[in-house]
């Protein structure tokens, strides 16, 4: 009576009872290793954009703290009426990268205020320490900074003060308090106290706590989201800023290590490039340089991988070029990048990485040249390096770009040119709709396994663009599982793949969709998080061939599967992706001489709802499910949810 209940059931709302469908049969072949895995696969890719540094990750709260700006009040304004000449801005061009400061003139005591309003407000916790600093010199006996926290209602919830002393040399002072409130944008009054004249520069405030507790570091919450994801490797700076809109704006590495003081500003190129999403206060001001990525990596646990420019402007600005005579100044960059991550500490870059802190090398193995550069003017520059670089470093593996898109001609050219060539690694980067990657999950299978490695360096599903907050939804999330199939079945020629873009802030985004969304104060992941966590916690070492009547599990029936070994804690690891309505049973038929223990693991992410996304009120709305299964012998039976991601870690003797 019950079935025939059941099947009644099943006929009126369109579903198939699970009991009534026949067990789908997969061969798992665990001793036949169809290739080694690279240990470094799934990582992360980061760029400045959405906010991602300055008013992200990198923990500052004051902006435009040196003046630097294009307007250099932007960010600030004045307490208080004062005579003409109070506050000066002075720019002295003998001040390395940060010519500018605020001189202030006071003879008569006047009570002077300014307020800055920090990266769409200050996210402030209560309970936590700040600590605000700045730079002065030739500051009259006597007079005072004074500093105040203020909530959103403009009342006090946090101060201190600090007295200047007098010298004709710059000296830094500083000034500890704590907050009595948690506002999530809040501003900073800085008051200056006493008669007299001084200059100042470098207003600052950190939170004390930050990732490791380094002095002016890095947002923890941000940085703790990469480590649980345990990255084989950071890429760093980008993306199209590696570029910049025009030459004069591209990122110059040089510029952005040494003393903070003299690290110089430039405008972030995201800072107008979309029309929907200006941003004019958007800077770089490099507090985040090439030595705190080196640093970021290494604490966790992840390989460095930045990308130089190669000579050319971005293609969709100004298409400026370097000509092939004045290319050597480009190529010297990357040389002497070399020498900073792993130079002895007797060189020069190697002595500067050691006076910054670090004399041990970051032993750096990759280097990219160009980001999403193309045509006959990128692979004649591109050439110029390899040349230099592999005379000099052939230990570093040189990773080529191969343009915007998947396919095309731009892409066909360069997929041609960089294999003859003979590059280390080619860059591919896809950003498409969700039935794109349920399709090319065997975009790698046929591809040369005695050519050049693959670097999925930036793909993204979107459903809608620009979509802002909220719409990073489940059903991109499960369609990048389902090729993230395809690039573990081919990790013999997949050797890495990363996310892009990384951080989003909600008031400061200019592209979607995000891996990670942050506010001033919290961040959390999206639905692509937990599957990108999934597969980077899960990796292995070898290539197990999982078989569906002989061929690969990629798209037939909406079923996607990869399996890998991991020699190191003797574990098969099954990836499963059910993208249906419905329940499928599956048979794992494991073929081995090795024992299987019946313990295992079974973490599932689904929902039955595909445009669910997370957000900051419901960050885990949907997240893994972890399970103690057992199983018995060598044939596995197994029930996997509707629109699911499935992870079965099995330990082998």
Same mark, same amino acid.
């Given at each position: ?575 499963? !992706? =059910? *993208?249906?309505? %419905?329940?499928?049973?599956?048979? #794992?038929?494991?073929? &081995?001489?090795?024992?299987? $223990? ?30 103690? !299964? =057992? *199983?018995?012998? %060598?044939?596995?039976?197994?029930? #996997?949810?509707?629109? &699911?991601?499935?992870?079965? $870690?099995?330990?082998?003797?």
């Amino acid at each position: 009576m019950k079935k025939i209940e059941l099947l009644l059931a099943a006929m009126l709302t369109g579903s198939t009872p699970l009991f009534a469908q026949t067990p789908v049969s997969f061969k798992v072949d665990l001793d036949q290793s169809a290739g080694m895995m690279s240990q470094d696969m799934w990582g992360v890719f980061f760029e400045d954009i959405n906010m991602g540094a300055d008013g992200g990750i990198y923990a500052e709260l004051v902006k435009n703290r040196s003046f630097e700006f294009n307007e250099p009040w932007m960010g600030w304004k004045k307490l208080t009426k004062e005579p003409e000449g109070t506050f000066l801005i002075v720019n002295n061009s003998k001040r390395k990268g940060n010519p500018r400061s605020l001189k202030i003139h006071n003879p008569k005591g006047l009570q002077l205020g300014v307020q800055n309003e920090g990266f769409r407000g200050m996210g402030i916790k209560k309970g936590e320490q700040y600590e605000f600093s700045l730079l002065f010199k030739e500051a009259t006996a006597g007079m005072r900074i004074r500093v105040e926290l203020l909530n959103e209602q403009d009342n006090v919830i946090g101060s201190s003060e600090l007295t200047l002393s007098s010298g004709s040399d710059w000296q830094s002072g500083s000034a500890k308090f704590t907050a009595s409130e948690t506002v999530a944008k809040g501003k900073l009054n800085v008051w200056i106290e006493g008669a007299g004249d001084a200059e100042v520069d470098m207003i600052s405030l950190f939170p004390k706590e930050t990732w490791k507790n380094r002095p002016k570091g890095l947002r923890k919450d941000m940085v703790q989201l990469l480590a649980d994801m345990k990255p084989g490797f950071i890429r760093f700076p980008g993306g199209c800023i590696v570029e910049g809109r025009d030459l004069a704006s591209r990122f110059q590495w040089k510029k952005t290590v040494g003393p903070i003081e003299e690290r110089e500003l430039i405008i972030n190129r995201w800072n107008t490039e979309f029309k929907h999403r200006p941003a004019p206060d958007y800077f770089q001001t490099f507090g985040l340089g090439f030595y705190e990525y080196f640093l970021m990596a290494e604490d966790i646990g992840a390989k460095a991988v930045p990308i130089l420019n190669c000579g050319m402007a971005c293609q969709f600005n100004t298409a400026e070029l370097v000509p092939m005579d004045e290319l050597d100044t480009y190529i010297q960059d990357a040389l002497d990048l070399i020498e900073f991550a792993n130079g002895d500490v007797t060189t020069t870059w190697g002595k500067l990485r050691a006076d910054m802190g670090h004399p041990a090398p970051f032993n750096m193995e990759m280097l990219g040249v160009g980001n999403e550069n193309w045509g006959p003017q990128y692979v004649e520059r591109l050439a110029a390096f390899k040349k230099i670089l592999n005379e000099k470093h052939p230990e570093i593996a040189i990773i080529a770009s191969s343009g915007t898109d998947p396919d095309g001609e731009r892409f066909a050219y360069l997929d041609e040119q960089l294999r003859d060539m003979n590059i280390d690694i080619i860059d591919e980067h896809y950003y498409r709709p969700p039935g794109w990657f349920l399709s090319s999950a065997s975009r790698y299978d046929d591809y040369d396994r005695k050519g050049p490695k693959i670097f999925a360096g930036e793909y993204a599903s979107h459903t809608t663009r620009p979509n802002g907050p909220g719409r990073s939804t489940w059903e991109a999330a499960l369609s990048e599982a389902a090729f993230l199939t395809g690039l573990e079945r081919n990790a013999d020629v997949v050797q890495m793949a990363s996310y892009a873009p990384l951080f989003g802030h909600v008031d400061g985004w200019q592209w979607t969709p995000d891996l990670i969304w942050v506010d001033n104060l919290n961040a959390y992941g999206t639905p692509s998080y937990q599957v990108q966590k999934l597969y980077s916690t899960n990796t292995g070492t070898d290539i197990i061939p999982i078989k569906w009547n002989g061929d690969a599990v990629a798209g037939k029936d909406s079923l996607f599967a990869s399996s890998v070994y991991d020699s190191a804690t003797k574990e098969l690891i099954i990836k499963f !992706v =059910n *993208y249906n309505s %419905k329940p499928v049973q599956v048979n #794992f038929d494991i073929n &081995s001489k090795k024992k299987l $223990k019946q313990a295992a693991v079974k973490t599932t992410l689904a929902n039955a709802d595909l445009s669910i996304s997370t957000s900051f009120e419901e960050p885990l709305k949907i997240q893994p499910k972890v399970e103690q !299964v =057992n *199983y018995k012998g %060598k044939k596995i039976a197994e029930t #996997f949810a509707p629109y &699911s991601l499935t992870v079965i $870690k099995l330990g082998v003797q």
